[in-house]
Protein backbone atom coordinates (compact mmCIF):
# COMPACT_ATOMS: atom_id res chain seq x y z
CA UNK A 1 0.00 0.00 0.00
CA UNK A 2 0.96 3.46 0.07
CA UNK A 3 3.51 5.36 2.17
CA UNK A 4 4.36 8.78 2.67
CA UNK A 5 7.29 10.05 4.10
CA UNK A 6 7.73 13.56 5.57
CA UNK A 7 10.86 15.84 6.75
CA UNK A 8 11.10 17.43 8.92
CA UNK A 9 9.43 16.23 11.46
CA UNK A 10 10.12 19.63 13.12
CA UNK A 11 11.10 23.05 11.69
CA UNK A 12 12.03 26.50 13.58
CA UNK A 13 11.96 29.69 11.63
CA UNK A 14 11.98 33.05 12.73
CA UNK A 15 9.26 35.44 11.58
CA UNK A 16 9.45 36.23 7.90
CA UNK A 17 11.50 33.88 6.89
CA UNK A 18 10.34 31.04 4.60
CA UNK A 19 9.28 27.51 5.62
CA UNK A 20 9.57 24.28 3.38
CA UNK A 21 8.21 20.54 4.11
CA UNK A 22 9.34 17.76 2.35
CA UNK A 23 6.99 14.62 1.54
CA UNK A 24 7.83 11.55 -0.79
CA UNK A 25 5.39 9.19 -1.97
CA UNK A 26 6.00 5.30 -2.79
CA UNK A 27 2.53 4.22 -4.73
CA UNK A 28 2.61 6.25 -8.33
CA UNK A 29 -1.17 5.47 -8.51
CA UNK A 30 -1.43 8.53 -6.23
CA UNK A 31 -2.75 11.19 -7.99
CA UNK A 32 -4.54 13.99 -5.21
CA UNK A 33 -1.84 15.20 -2.46
CA UNK A 34 -3.38 17.79 0.33
CA UNK A 35 -1.73 19.38 3.29
CA UNK A 36 -3.49 19.89 6.35
CA UNK A 37 -2.77 22.39 9.30
CA UNK A 38 -3.88 20.74 12.94
CA UNK A 39 -3.47 23.29 16.08
CA UNK A 40 -3.32 21.62 19.36
CA UNK A 41 -6.33 19.36 20.04
CA UNK A 42 -8.16 20.34 17.06
CA UNK A 43 -9.34 18.93 13.43
CA UNK A 44 -7.22 19.01 10.85
CA UNK A 45 -7.83 21.96 8.44
CA UNK A 46 -6.90 21.65 4.55
CA UNK A 47 -5.08 24.41 3.35
CA UNK A 48 -3.97 23.71 0.03
CA UNK A 49 -4.12 20.65 -2.11
CA UNK A 50 -3.03 19.26 -5.44
CA UNK A 51 -3.55 16.96 -8.37
CA UNK A 52 -1.20 15.25 -10.17
CA UNK A 53 -1.70 17.06 -13.80
CA UNK A 54 -0.50 20.14 -11.99
CA UNK A 55 2.68 20.42 -11.18
CA UNK A 56 2.42 23.79 -8.93
CA UNK A 57 -0.35 25.56 -7.15
CA UNK A 58 -0.18 28.79 -5.25
CA UNK A 59 -2.71 30.38 -2.58
CA UNK A 60 -1.25 33.54 -0.97
CA UNK A 61 1.73 32.91 1.17
CA UNK A 62 1.45 29.49 0.72
CA UNK A 63 2.28 27.07 -2.48
CA UNK A 64 2.64 23.62 -3.32
CA UNK A 65 4.90 21.76 -5.65
CA UNK A 66 4.51 18.12 -7.33
CA UNK A 67 7.18 16.09 -8.94
CA UNK A 68 5.37 13.23 -10.20
CA UNK A 69 8.43 11.58 -11.56
CA UNK A 70 10.75 11.61 -8.31
CA UNK A 71 7.38 10.69 -6.47
CA UNK A 72 7.43 14.03 -4.28
CA UNK A 73 5.74 17.02 -3.13
CA UNK A 74 6.67 20.16 -1.18
CA UNK A 75 4.89 22.44 1.42
CA UNK A 76 5.99 26.28 1.18
CA UNK A 77 5.16 29.14 3.47
CA UNK A 78 6.85 32.87 2.88
CA UNK A 79 6.52 35.16 5.21
CA UNK A 80 5.82 33.06 8.16
CA UNK A 81 3.77 34.50 11.16
CA UNK A 82 3.60 32.93 14.38
CA UNK A 83 0.11 32.42 13.66
CA UNK A 84 1.28 29.57 10.70
CA UNK A 85 2.99 27.79 14.28
CA UNK A 86 1.10 24.17 14.12
CA UNK A 87 1.57 20.51 12.91
CA UNK A 88 1.53 20.74 9.16
CA UNK A 89 0.67 16.61 7.66
CA UNK A 90 1.16 15.81 3.96
CA UNK A 91 -1.28 12.99 2.98
CA UNK A 92 -1.56 11.34 -0.38
CA UNK A 93 -4.37 9.30 -2.27
CA UNK A 94 -5.49 7.47 -5.05
CA UNK A 95 -8.51 8.86 -6.51
CA UNK A 96 -9.26 12.73 -4.79
CA UNK A 97 -11.88 11.76 -1.56
CA UNK A 98 -10.61 8.54 -1.42
CA UNK A 99 -8.70 7.29 1.60
CA UNK A 100 -6.17 9.36 2.17
CA UNK A 101 -2.61 8.28 3.85
CA UNK A 102 -1.05 10.78 5.94
CA UNK A 103 2.62 11.75 6.91
CA UNK A 104 4.17 11.71 10.11
CA UNK A 105 3.77 15.52 10.89
CA UNK A 106 6.01 18.37 11.07
CA UNK A 107 5.83 20.83 13.83
CA UNK A 108 6.48 24.35 12.96
CA UNK A 109 7.08 26.97 14.78
CA UNK A 110 7.86 30.27 13.98
CA UNK A 111 9.67 32.80 16.44
CA UNK A 112 8.92 36.04 16.36
CA UNK B 1 -20.71 24.81 3.77
CA UNK B 2 -19.32 20.89 4.65
CA UNK B 3 -19.79 20.76 8.52
CA UNK B 4 -18.97 17.88 10.13
CA UNK B 5 -19.79 17.47 13.75
CA UNK B 6 -18.07 14.94 16.26
CA UNK B 7 -19.79 14.13 19.49
CA UNK B 8 -18.75 13.94 22.09
CA UNK B 9 -15.47 16.00 22.43
CA UNK B 10 -14.05 14.63 25.23
CA UNK B 11 -14.96 11.31 27.60
CA UNK B 12 -13.29 10.03 30.55
CA UNK B 13 -14.60 6.94 31.63
CA UNK B 14 -14.00 3.56 33.32
CA UNK B 15 -11.88 0.58 31.88
CA UNK B 16 -14.89 -2.66 30.67
CA UNK B 17 -16.89 0.38 29.59
CA UNK B 18 -18.08 1.30 25.56
CA UNK B 19 -18.09 4.22 24.49
CA UNK B 20 -20.05 5.62 21.35
CA UNK B 21 -18.64 8.34 19.29
CA UNK B 22 -21.08 9.89 17.14
CA UNK B 23 -20.39 12.01 13.71
CA UNK B 24 -22.56 14.11 11.91
CA UNK B 25 -22.25 15.45 8.46
CA UNK B 26 -24.78 18.86 9.00
CA UNK B 27 -24.82 20.14 5.82
CA UNK B 28 -24.29 17.77 2.99
CA UNK B 29 -25.48 14.34 2.87
CA UNK B 30 -22.26 11.68 3.57
CA UNK B 31 -21.82 8.70 1.29
CA UNK B 32 -18.96 7.84 2.98
CA UNK B 33 -16.91 8.36 6.22
CA UNK B 34 -13.90 7.73 7.21
CA UNK B 35 -12.42 7.03 11.15
CA UNK B 36 -8.70 8.10 12.10
CA UNK B 37 -7.29 7.47 15.22
CA UNK B 38 -4.26 9.83 16.62
CA UNK B 39 -2.11 9.19 19.03
CA UNK B 40 -0.12 12.41 21.03
CA UNK B 41 2.11 14.45 18.94
CA UNK B 42 1.78 11.34 15.88
CA UNK B 43 -0.06 11.16 12.52
CA UNK B 44 -3.52 9.86 11.82
CA UNK B 45 -3.99 6.76 11.09
CA UNK B 46 -7.29 5.49 9.32
CA UNK B 47 -8.98 2.87 11.56
CA UNK B 48 -11.66 2.12 8.90
CA UNK B 49 -14.10 3.65 6.20
CA UNK B 50 -17.78 3.19 5.91
CA UNK B 51 -20.18 3.76 3.40
CA UNK B 52 -23.49 4.26 4.21
CA UNK B 53 -25.77 1.17 4.22
CA UNK B 54 -22.91 -1.67 4.16
CA UNK B 55 -20.50 -2.89 6.50
CA UNK B 56 -17.12 -0.59 7.43
CA UNK B 57 -13.76 -1.53 5.71
CA UNK B 58 -11.06 -2.19 8.15
CA UNK B 59 -7.66 -1.12 8.05
CA UNK B 60 -5.42 -3.98 9.14
CA UNK B 61 -4.57 -4.48 12.44
CA UNK B 62 -8.12 -2.43 13.72
CA UNK B 63 -10.04 -4.89 15.03
CA UNK B 64 -13.62 -5.04 14.35
CA UNK B 65 -15.19 -6.41 17.30
CA UNK B 66 -13.78 -3.83 19.67
CA UNK B 67 -14.47 -0.54 17.17
CA UNK B 68 -18.10 -1.18 15.73
CA UNK B 69 -19.02 1.30 13.25
CA UNK B 70 -22.32 1.72 12.12
CA UNK B 71 -23.50 3.81 9.23
CA UNK B 72 -27.13 3.86 9.01
CA UNK B 73 -27.90 7.07 7.37
CA UNK B 74 -26.70 9.80 4.94
CA UNK B 75 -25.92 12.13 7.92
CA UNK B 76 -24.58 9.64 10.86
CA UNK B 77 -22.09 7.45 11.28
CA UNK B 78 -21.33 6.16 15.19
CA UNK B 79 -18.16 4.42 16.78
CA UNK B 80 -18.60 2.27 19.20
CA UNK B 81 -15.43 1.21 21.20
CA UNK B 82 -16.25 -1.75 23.31
CA UNK B 83 -14.80 -2.85 26.68
CA UNK B 84 -12.38 -0.12 26.60
CA UNK B 85 -8.90 -0.07 28.08
CA UNK B 86 -6.33 2.15 29.07
CA UNK B 87 -4.69 1.15 25.77
CA UNK B 88 -7.98 2.76 23.94
CA UNK B 89 -6.92 6.16 25.15
CA UNK B 90 -6.75 8.42 21.95
CA UNK B 91 -7.96 10.72 20.04
CA UNK B 92 -10.66 9.81 17.53
CA UNK B 93 -11.63 11.80 13.94
CA UNK B 94 -13.90 10.94 11.44
CA UNK B 95 -14.21 12.83 8.29
CA UNK B 96 -16.83 13.17 5.63
CA UNK B 97 -17.04 13.36 2.02
CA UNK B 98 -20.16 13.49 -0.39
CA UNK B 99 -19.55 11.56 -3.17
CA UNK B 100 -16.51 9.87 -4.27
CA UNK B 101 -14.85 12.99 -6.07
CA UNK B 102 -14.92 15.24 -3.30
CA UNK B 103 -12.74 16.08 -0.49
CA UNK B 104 -13.18 15.01 3.13
CA UNK B 105 -14.14 17.36 5.83
CA UNK B 106 -13.00 16.17 9.60
CA UNK B 107 -14.95 16.52 12.76
CA UNK B 108 -13.64 17.93 15.97
CA UNK B 109 -11.94 14.88 17.30
CA UNK B 110 -13.19 13.00 20.59
CA UNK B 111 -10.34 12.81 22.83
CA UNK B 112 -10.83 9.22 24.74
CA UNK B 113 -9.64 8.68 28.26
CA UNK B 114 -10.01 5.69 30.18
CA UNK B 115 -9.20 5.21 33.72
Known amino acids: GENVEQHPSTLSVQEGDSAVIKCTYS??????FPWYKQELGKRPQLIID?????GEKKDQRIAVTLNKTAKHFSLHITETQPEDSAVYFC???????????FGAGTILRVKS | GAVVSQHPSRVICKSGTSVKIECRSL??????MFWYRQFPKKSLMLMAT?????????EQGVEKDKFLINHASLTLSTLTVTSAHPEDSSFYIC???????????FGDGTRLSIL
Open chain 2, 95 to 105: SAREGSNQPQH
Open chain 1, 91 to 101: AASIQYGNKLV
Open chain 1, 50 to 54: IRSNV
Open chain 2, 50 to 58: SNEGSKATY
Open chain 1, 27 to 32: DSASNY
Open chain 2, 27 to 32: DFQATT
